[in-house]
């Protein structure tokens, strides 16, 4: 009977020497492919598997247990990777866990379910999300209108919002665009799908679908919103029973003195913004700095903040990269003026030149929301009818990865944020 037990014991101590994870380094030295790397790590959660994000290890490398079909995976998918031993991992984690490193090993549980917000049809501009959600290969659905307004959000932990207008303005692309044969197109469905759904302006529908989302996010959601579908889902928010809409968008006038009924109260990131009045100006308020900022595109770049890994992970999380410069771009809204966020709301990435934000992250409710600047991180003044960015030519991409991390964000274990 001893005899059996010490070969037992044996045989459980040989397996773990021999016992081996997959390490998917993330730093700009080691890893061929940042995009594809998050889609692995999502395949590998699909399979109930748990994955441990090393945030500040190696640009935010993956641990992973090593079995061949995930070494499969991420040669099939081009990811750079290295098979280390069990006492290497526990080398690593132990190096992680010191209290002299900014770094943390992050549990994550379970593949989050994602829904992209985004009319059917197609769209004369492109979503950096879905580019990068297909060139990762991880899974969404798309959803609108009708299924928000029948609590469909409720099926998904993560949804998207990218070139949305929340105000009823159609984008603002009045003055450049009311002959085009999309703008009439989009502006007879929309007007449609509002009838149709018992409402007697889009402002109004679009409104009762902000308001289903922001109730989204406060049950424990994550919203992760870019361009114009930032500022003009606040300012939806806070013009609630106010009409803003000029005649050429609802068929009437606006309120007398609209500006000042505006309630910053019910809004998620944006306060004492002044509204754009004119219908021919490409702009919602004075939130977005498009029109503010002259900075000339090869200087154009902004800083991603530090932040303590294991005292904050979750911005931590939300800013892995392999570089704390990243590229600008820009879109309708292409950044915040910093004057205009609330003080609880996390500025995580800023031009420095102008002081402005970038990329920003808060908590309401139960749950997080991030919103995003500018349109697409690898075309610069991307425009209307413009081609879509190959993601084949930019698979290290700093500012696609800033996507990517939002992605993975609600799979992780959670733990209190501290400050």
């Avoid at 099926?155 to 990218?162: A, E, F, P």
């Avoid at 029109?291 to 800083?303: G, L, N």
Wanted: aromatic share 12%; with cysteine.
């Amino acid at each position: 009977m001893k005899k059996t037990f010490a070969l037992i014991v044996f045989l459980c101590l040989a397996f773990n020497s021999y016992a081996s994870y997959i390490l998917i380094p993330m730093d700009v030295e080691s890893q061929q492919n940042h995009l594809k790397a998050y889609g692995v790590t999502y395949w590998t959660l699909e399979k109930q598997t748990k994955v441990k994000w090393l945030l500040n290890y190696k640009g935010g490398s993956f641990l992973l247990p090593d079995a061949e079909e995930i070494r499969r995976e991420c040669t099939i998918r081009g990811v750079s990777f290295e098979v280390v031993s069990s006492s290497k991992a526990e080398e690593i984690l132990d190096f992680i866990a010191s209290p002299s490193q900014n770094m943390e090993a992050v549990v994550l549980e379970k593949a989050p379910k994602i829904a992209v917000y985004s009319p059917s049809g197609l769209q004369p501009w492109d979503d950096a999300v879905t580019m990068v959600l297909t060139y990762a290969e991880i899974p969404y659905e798309t959803i609108y209108d009708e299924d928000v307004l029948n609590d469909g959000l409720l099926l998904y932990d993560w949804l998207h919002l990218h070139h949305e207008d929340f105000t009823g303005q159609y984008g603002k692309f009045y003055r450049a665009y009311k002959s085009a044969s999309w703008y009439i197109n989009e502006k007879k469905e929309a007007e449609a799908l509002a009838l149709k759904l018992g409402y007697d302006k889009v402002s109004q529908e679009k409104l009762a679908v902000a308001k289903k989302i922001r109730d989204y996010v406060i049950g424990g959601g994550f919203m992760f919103a870019m361009c114009s579908a930032t500022d003009s889902f606040d300012i939806a928010l806070s013009a609630e029973g106010v009409d803003i809409c000029e005649p050429m968008f609802d068929g009437d006038g606006s309120d007398p003195n609209y500006q000042g009924k505006i309630d910053y109260n019910r809004t998620f990131a944006f306060k004492d913004y002044l509204l754009e009045r004119n219908p021919n100006v490409y702009e919602f308020s004075s939130i977005d700095m498009t029109s503010k900022r002259s900075i000339p595109p090869t200087t154009d770049y902004f800083s991603l903040m530090e932040f303590s890994a294991k005292w904050d992970p979750i911005p931590s999380m939300l800013c892995q990269n392999h570089t704390a410069l990243v590229k600008g771009f820009m879109g309708q809204t292409t950044s915040f003026t910093r004057d205009e966020i609330k003080s609880n709301v996390l500025v995580m990435g800023e031009n420095k030149t102008n002081g402005e934000a970038k990329y920003i992250h808060g908590i309401k409710g139960k749950g997080f929301f991030t919103f995003y600047g500018g349109h697409d991180p690898e075309d610069y003044t991307h425009k209307v009818g413009d081609p879509k960015t190959e993601l084949d030519l930019h698979p290290t991409s700093p500012g696609y990865r800033l996507i990517l991390n939002n992605v993975l964000f609600p799979a992780a274990k959670k733990k209190k944020q501290k400050t």
